[in-house]
Structures are given as structure tokens and as C-alpha cells.
């Protein structure tokens, strides 16, 4: 039997545990360890004697498979080597960033400070599309080979599929099966009217909380999500507001973007259709993790009557929007 036939298998991770397995790459841990917050793999800080604090970062078994996590790090190293401010894996005198201890695989990283971005600010906006525009260079060089991409099969369909077969409460399961049939319907039909987008690496999860502000500049961190997707992943997260907030923010963006990596305008057809698919993949996401004890007591407003009734809501809301014209930019 596998180490991780248990149905938590975080439930080792106690302090001792996490020191252990630190302390076999060299390091003297003080005793301090300070869980972060992070759901999907668990993340501490730990004090190390007479130097800075380190992030450990221990990963979820059986979600990525190591050559699937060596080609997140290898991205990330790839970004910092062209000077992009991002915070990578620290790697071991023989070159390693993942390491393996009792059955777990485990990273380090450096403590860094930060913020997170305004992002109601047009110049913070502007750095931020030019930060992505060279992060986009790169991640379209080469693609992963290991990673999945982001789809409407994996993030809608399966999510669907998942929800109403064991979440959905029975009163409503009628009016989210059919609302999710002709959501992803609209979905593919909108990506078929878009045409072959390249997918290219990236972020895949940039919202304001993977981002630290410091030193009047953005620092990307935390690409445990990172997939083949089209640019507008990344992009369309920074929105918010109605559409004329979001035509102005977009505009900022996309001035930055341009100085390193051309924005393909037909891409912004995907943005409600990308908002729509990790609407329906989030709440997959909370329901095929809600047998880790985390999930219950942080997610606590989940799994109610309540919770579905507003998710088909918002569901609903989304159908209207995928039937709006893209936004343009200014």
C-alpha cells in the first residue's frame, strides 16, 4: 500500500515532520515553523538557525507528477534567468529543486516581503503588462510537455460532470445541468469563432495574491498552477468593474504588454469565456477537496443549499455576459 492510502495524507505534516525533512538538505531548522496560507499543497515558514526564515512548500500527493512540477520550476528558473522578478525554487549543490522526503516531495524557496499590487492604479496596471509581455516572450519559446492545458473539456465539461454528480442538491440539479449544457455550448462556440489561439506557457493563476509588490515593482510568485493557455489567462484576472473600468484597465495593460510580446486582439473573446471556466473549475476544485479537513473549516460557507443556489446564479449572470459583444480597447 502507498504511504498515502490515508484519506489526509497532510495529517503528518506535523512540526517535526516538516524539520526533518528540511534538515536533510543541510539546513538547522530553529524550531520555529509558521503554516502559511495555502490549500491545494501545504506552505510554511521556517526558521533556520543564525539565517533568514525559509518557505516550504510540501505538495499535494498524486495532483502533479514530479516531471510535471520540475517543468513549473524549470519555467520559473527560465523567467529569472532573463532577469524577470520572480521567485524561484532554491536549488541543492547538485542543481535539485524538488526534493522527496517519506513520500512527500517538497520544495524550498527564499522569504520574500511584499504587497499585494493596487490594481485600480493605471501606471501599476502599465508595469504589470509589461511584466507579463516579457513573461509571455518566454513562455511562448518552447511549450511543457507534461503539464495539461487549460480547456473547456478539463475545466468545464469535467468540473460539470463532477458537481452534479455528487454536490449538486437535488432541487437544483435540473436547472444546473441545463444551464451547464448550454453555458459550454456557448463556450465552444465562442472558441471555434476565435479560431486556433496559440497556447503558450503561463502564469495560469495571476491574481493579486501571486503577486508582492516591493521595491516599486511587481514579483510574480507561486506557479503551481501553471499551464498551456492562451495570454489572455493571464490578463483577464487583472479586470474588474464594469465594462468601462475593465476597457480602461485593459488598456493600460495591453500598452505595457505591447513593448515585449504582441497582444493578439481576436483573444479578447476569451475573456468571459476563461472567466466562466474557472468559475466552474474553482467550485470543482473546493468540492473534489472537501474530504481534506482544511477545506471544511476555511471553506466553511461551501456545500450549502445557499452556496449552490448563488453558484447557478452566478452561472447564469456569466450566460448573459458570454452573449455581450468583447470588450475593445481604447
Keep these: 500500500m502507498s504511504e498515502h492510502d490515508s484519506e489526509h495524507p497532510f495529517e503528518r505534516l506535523d512540526p517535526s515532520f516538516l524539520m526533518d525533512a528540511i534538515e536533510t538538505k543541510g539546513y538547522w531548522c530553529d524550531g520555529r515553523t509558521f503554516p502559511l496560507n495555502s490549500y491545494e499543497n501545504r506552505v510554511y515558514q521556517v526558521g533556520i538557525e543564525e539565517e533568514q526564515p525559509l518557505i516550504a512548500k510540501f505538495y499535494r500527493p498524486d495532483r502533479w507528477s514530479r516531471e510535471q ?30 526534493y522527496e522526503y517519506k513520500g512527500f516531495m517538497f520544495s524550498l524557496f527564499p522569504r520574500k516581503g511584499g504587497h499585494a ?118 490578463i483577464w484576472m487583472l479586470l474588474s468593474g464594469d465594462r468601462f473600468e475593465q476597457t480602461a484597465q485593459l488598456s493600460e495593460i495591453v500598452d505595457g504588454y505591447n513593448e515585449f510580446y504582441d497582444f493578439q486582439t481576436r483573444e479578447l473573446q476569451l475573456i468571459e469565456v476563461l472567466r466562466t471556466l474557472r468559475i466552474m473549475h474553482y467550485s470543482a476544485w473546493l468540492a473534489r477537496r472537501w474530504n481534506d479537513p482544511a477545506f471544511p ?21 456569466q450566460m448573459a455576459l458570454l452573449q455581450e459583444p468583447p470588450l475593445t480597447l481604447m
Design 69 to 98: 512540477i520540475l517543468e513549473e520550476h524549470e519555467f520559473s528558473f527560465e523567467l529569472a534567468e532573463q532577469e524577470l522578478p520572480v521567485v524561484t525554487p532554491i536549488r541543492d549543490d547538485s542543481g535539485e529543486s524538488l
Design 117 to 234: 499590487p493596487e490594481l485600480d492604479n493605471p501606471d501599476n496596471l502599465f508595469i504589470l503588462g509589461r511584466l507579463l509581455g516579457r513573461m509571455h516572450s518566454i513562455g511562448s519559446v518552447k511549450s511543457f510537455q507534461h503539464r495539461p492545458e487549460i480547456n473547456s473539456q478539463n475545466f468545464g465539461y469535467d468540473s460539470a460532470a463532477f458537481i452534479s454528480e455528487h454536490f449538486m442538491p437535488a432541487e437544483l440539479k435540473t436547472a444546473y445541468d441545463s444551464l451547464c449544457r448550454d453555458l459550454l455550448q456557448a463556450i465552444d462556440e465562442i472558441l471555434a469563432r476565435t479560431g486556433d489561439v496559440k497556447k503558450i506557457r503561463v502564469h495560469g493563476d495571476c491574481h493579486s495574491g501571486n503577486m508582492l509588490w516591493r521595491d516599486d515593482a511587481p514579483h510574480f510568485v507561486d506557479f503551481d498552477d501553471s499551464r498551456m493557455a492562451p495570454a489572455m489567462q493571464d
Design 297 to 317: 473549516h476555511s471553506f466553511s460557507w461551501f456545500n450549502t443549499v445557499r452556496y449552490w443556489s448563488e453558484h447557478v446564479l452566478e452561472l447564469r449572470e
